[in-house]
């Protein structure tokens, strides 16, 4: 039974991408690696392909969070400080749900990453619901980075 997990975008099928695994048996976070070699110039906020879609039950949310080397070790940071991927993200329209850290080189220099290196670690979270939450008219997820509006 499938009940949460990863897989990789048919964009990169046969790029030959990893599925992120924990690093120790207490650890929290998917480490989650770059899916294709990219430049991010001094100052620059890029969007970093991760090559991955998480599928996952109602009530659950994943959590992208910086990995704590980040800033001193590769001079970027995760610029929206979380990244909050919903449930019903995954396979949609626009990008098959694909997973994109956004990041944003700190430094005076150009940042280069190679493809394979950890960026970001991924934490999946059950959440919560405010009263009356059933009765609110929703839409159906289209995309990403702003697809719902402004
Ligand atoms: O760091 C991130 C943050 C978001 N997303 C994807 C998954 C998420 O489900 C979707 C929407 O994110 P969010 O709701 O934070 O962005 P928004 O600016 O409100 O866009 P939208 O109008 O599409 O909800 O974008 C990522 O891939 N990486
Ligand atoms: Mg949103």
New binding site residues.
């Given amino acids: 039974m499938k009940t949460r997990g990863f897989e990789i975008v048919s964009k990169y099928e046969n790029a030959g991408l990893e599925l992120p695994v924990r690093a120790t048996k207490q650890a929290a976070g998917y480490d989650l690696s770059v899916a294709e070699k990219l430049v991010i110039q001094p100052g620059e906020i890029k969007l970093v392909s991760t090559g991955l879609k998480a599928y996952m039950q109602a009530g659950e949310v994943l959590y ?1 969070y910086d990995r704590s080397s980040n800033p001193r070790k590769k001079g970027l940071i995760l610029i ?1 400080s979380v ?4 449930g019903d ?1 995954y396979n949609n329209p626009s990008n098959e749900g694909e ?4 990041m944003k080189n700190i430094t005076e220099s150009e940042v280069v990453l190679e493809k394979g290196e950890r960026i970001v670690q991924a934490v999946f979270m059950p959440f919560l619901v405010a009263d009356g939450d059933e009765e609110t008219v929703k839409t159906t997820r289209t ?7 402004h």
């Fill in positions: 992208l929206n990244g909050v991927i919903d993200y997973i994109f850290a956004q995309g990403g980075f702003g697809s719902t509006g």
